[in-house]
């Protein structure tokens, strides 16, 4: 009797291991099969009652929606600092902008510059800035495109600055024009904006040196940006790149610096 006894009760512990564990060997599987696919949730999620800044710790990114378009900040000289520039005209937030010649208090934009109608700079072939950024920020578009292709128009609202290169184009990451650019092959700190096709503009600033084609999928895998189709283009990077968040000072980043080229949101 005593051995029937042990016999049944160590079944009834394995029966309720075997219930208990089970349940989490799928919940792992499962885990598992979402990483093969390559969705990642962001680590951290900053919100206010206007605006949200997702964070992704692997590569120290920060990923902010611009729901209603940006400023571009040119200042060739005595620059301030990027948070005094932030609080002077009244940003939320700042990051910096396009490549610039010459020192950065006494600076040019490299390749094609207009804004509202005044044109400071003018096309450059170069394999670093394979495209022209055309905001409009009347319509609240915005396109990327090739600068062999780009043609200004004759409106006086516009926002243009030649940059790069493309890094994502449409969901593929763009491996050649990386290949070919100056330092995307390196392993640097990035600016960058992305635009999906549901017209999302987003800031992203990368904390952590990468080079553009492993950004590029790793961009790609992101919740935030899953089941859109995705376009990603290079701002400066390296020691220029910064980010300003008057909601969350926790988030800053470089804003001592002394940049002549920003764009701010308001």
């Known amino acids: 009797m005593h051995g029937k006894t042990f016999a049944t009760r160590l079944f ?18 499962s885990v598992c099969i979402a990483c093969g696919q390559g969705i990642f949730l962001p680590d951290s999620t900053c919100r206010s009652d206007s605006s949200v800044v997702y964070v992704y710790n692997t590569l120290g990114i920060t990923a902010l929606p611009v729901k209603h378009g940006f400023e571009y900040v040119f200042t060739p000289r005595d620059v301030p600092a990027v948070s005094d520039i932030a609080h002077t005209m009244n940003f939320r937030f700042v990051i910096n902008a396009s490549f610039f010649e010459g020192e950065r208090l006494n600076a ?53 600055f030649q940059t790069g290169p493309l890094v994502v184009d449409s969901n593929r990451v763009a491996q050649k024009l990386i290949d070919g650019s100056i330092n995307g092959s390196g392993k640097y700190t990035r600016t960058l904006l992305a635009l999906t096709n549901t017209s999302e503009l987003w800031f992203i600033t990368v904390r952590k040196p990468v080079s553009l084609g492993e950004l590029g999928e790793y961009l790609l895998s992101l919740s935030i940006f ?6 990603v283009v290079n701002l400066d990077g390296g020691p220029s790149v910064a980010f300003y968040a008057q909601p969350f000072p926790k988030l800053n980043f470089n804003t001592d610096d002394h940049l002549p080229l920003l764009l701010g949101v308001r």
């Not at 349940?23 to 792992?28: A, K, T, V, Y």
């Not at 934009?109 to 804004?115: N, R, S």
């Not at 899953?226 to 376009?231: E, W």
């Open 108 to 160: 040019q934009h490299a390749g094609w510059f207009k804004v509202r109608g005044t044109r400071y700079a003018p096309i450059m072939k170069d394999r670093q800035l394979t495209h022209v950024v055309v905001f409009d920020p009347e319509a609240n578009t915005i396109a990327f495109i090739p600068w062999q292709k780009f043609h200004s128009g004759p409106g006086r609202t516009t926002i243009e």
């Open 226 to 231: 899953h089941n859109k189709r995705l376009d």
């Open 12 to 29: 009834v512990a394995l029966r309720r291991f075997l219930l208990l564990v089970f349940p989490m060997i799928l919940f792992c599987c």
